[in-house]
Each structure stands twice: as C-alpha cells, then as structure tokens.
C-alpha cells in the first residue's frame, strides 16, 4: 500500500508531466496546472486550457489520471477552470528560455505588448539566428496558440507562442 500524499506532494508530482504539443516544457511551467486540493478524500485538480477547445486537454487530463494512478491515487476530479483565461504571462523565464532552445519564439513578456500598429510582437526574434528581421506567415502555425514567422535574414521557417 502507498503512502497518501498531501495536495502539495500531488501538485509537485503533476508538475513534472510534459505538455502533449511542447514537450520540453511541463504543465506547470505552461500555467495550464493552476492548483490541487483535497476535498472529501478526493484530489481536485484545476487545469485552464490555453485556448478554450484547445485539443491537448484531453491528453493532459488522461496524464494527469495516470500520473496520479501509477502512484496509488483513484480518486480524482479534474476540473476545467476557465476564469481567470490563461495567460501566457504565466508562463516563467525559465520555460521561455526552452521553448527558445527548442526552436519556438516565447511570448513577449506582457500579453498586451504588441506594436499596435502592426499587431507584431515589438521584440520578436527568430529563436534560430537571433534575427528580428522577421514576418508572420500564418497567424496559426503548428497549434492554434503559436503563430508561423519566417526570419529574413536565416530564411527559417519558426513558430512563435502568441501572446493572450
């Protein structure tokens, strides 16, 4: 029989479950893990999905169920948390330096620091050369939360996590 574990020790194992689309970043860094509680001998758990229909929470829940499972824990609520809307303001430095080394353009430091004339993001820079010579060639890229840029110095095709 396995020790139980408190909501703490819950939340830091969850912590280490990769994101489905970015797996070199988990779900706690993404902001999508937002909390874990103990109610009634059952864990709760708030997710918020970066984008509402977002299709990698489905995979994130069952990762989570399984997470929990391989260390004795059944029950389990998952619940869909929606206001506050996830940010990416939540996501630390720490995870923007990976998704910048894995070849993905962060997101800006603020979600409202957009040149507002352009709508581009005022210090975007290809994650390849360090180029800000660049342009947006689909405002959805590989997940409907990343936008296609092209650098026009490397010629590199990347995608950049849009600011929300």
């Known amino acids: 029989m396995l020790t139980a574990l408190n909501k703490d020790q819950v939340f830091a194992l969850l912590s280490q479950i990769p994101d489905p689309e970015i797996p ?3 779900i706690q860094e993404l902001g999508v893990l937002r909390k874990v509680e103990m109610i009634n001998d059952e864990y709760v758990v708030d997710i918020t999905p970066t984008y509402s229909g977002c299709p990698a ?10 997470k929990l499972k391989e260390h004795g824990i ?3 609520k998952m619940n869909m948390v929606y206001s506050p ?3 990416t303001d939540w996501i630390n430095e720490e995870a923007r330096e990976k998704l910048r080394k894995y070849g993905i353009a962060p997101p800006e430091h603020s979600s409202v620091d957009k040149n507002t004339l352009t ?3 005022k210090n975007l ?17 590989s997940t409907a939360c990343k936008a296609l840029y092209k650098c026009l110095d ?10 929300i």
């Open 24 to 26: 070199v970043i988990t």
């Open 57 to 66: 929470m489905k995979m994130i829940e069952q990762d989570i169920v399984a």
């Open 74 to 76: 059944t029950k389990v």
């Open 85 to 87: 809307a996830w940010t």
């Open 119 to 121: 709508g581009k993001p």
């Open 125 to 141: 820079a290809c994650p390849q050369c360090g180029s800000k010579q660049v342009e947006m060639i689909s405002q959805f890229g």
């Open 154 to 163: 490397c010629k590199e095709p990347f995608d950049y996590f849009k600011c």
